[in-house]
């Protein structure tokens, strides 16, 4: 569990304060020091939702990681924590590079959410096995699929540039 925290130290290093920092550096030197003054440029926008974006992610690693750990048998398999820390943070940074240079090249970055929803998985079904055999954990990871397959036809006809369902 050490390790793992020490790991997750790296993760919001490099991730998280750093996010901190480019807004903190930007309101210093800008009219934005103020925050409800209304003066928000287009990288300091981008920064503040990448900053929101990597707290929402990072909730999810820290509980991954800790779960991964739990289940790692030995000190060679945690291995797996560090290759999971390591390329989370590779994906967030990638994320916000391409974030600055278009909302869609945010996507060079969807492996960090990627990552951390298999780790995920793969802990829940764990903990369904422990709890129930195969069985425990079919149920388990069939709750959420069900759940996830709810989101994926709820927000179907979604427009995101009028903001509005649409229809087929």
């Not at 569990?1 to 901190?20: D, E, N, P, Y």
């Not at 398999?77 to 990638?94: D, K, Q």
């Amino acid at each position: 569990m050490l390790f793992t925290l020490k790991c997750l130290c790296v993760a919001v290093l490099f991730c998280f304060a750093t996010g901190i920092d480019a807004v903190a550096h930007e309101r210093l030197q800008s009219p934005a020091f103020d925050p409800l003054g209304g003066f928000e440029t287009h990288r300091l926008r981008i920064n503040l939702r990448y900053l929101q974006n990597t707290l929402e992610q990072l909730m999810m690693l820290v509980v991954a990681l800790f779960g991964l750990t739990a289940y790692c048998p030995d000190g060679e398999a945690m291995r797996a924590v560090e290759a999971t820390t390591l390329v989370w943070i590779l994906g967030r940074l990638a994320f916000w590079a391409g974030y600055h240079r278009s909302a869609s090249m945010r996507a060079m970055g969807a492996s960090s959410i990627a990552l951390s929803l298999l780790v995920l998985i793969y802990v829940v079904g764990r903990v369904g096995y422990d709890a129930g055999g195969a069985i425990g954990a079919i149920v388990l990871l069939g709750i959420f699929l069900v759940f996830e397959a709810f989101l994926f036809r709820a927000t179907r006809g979604f427009s995101a540039a009028a903001g509005t369902d649409v229809e087929h």
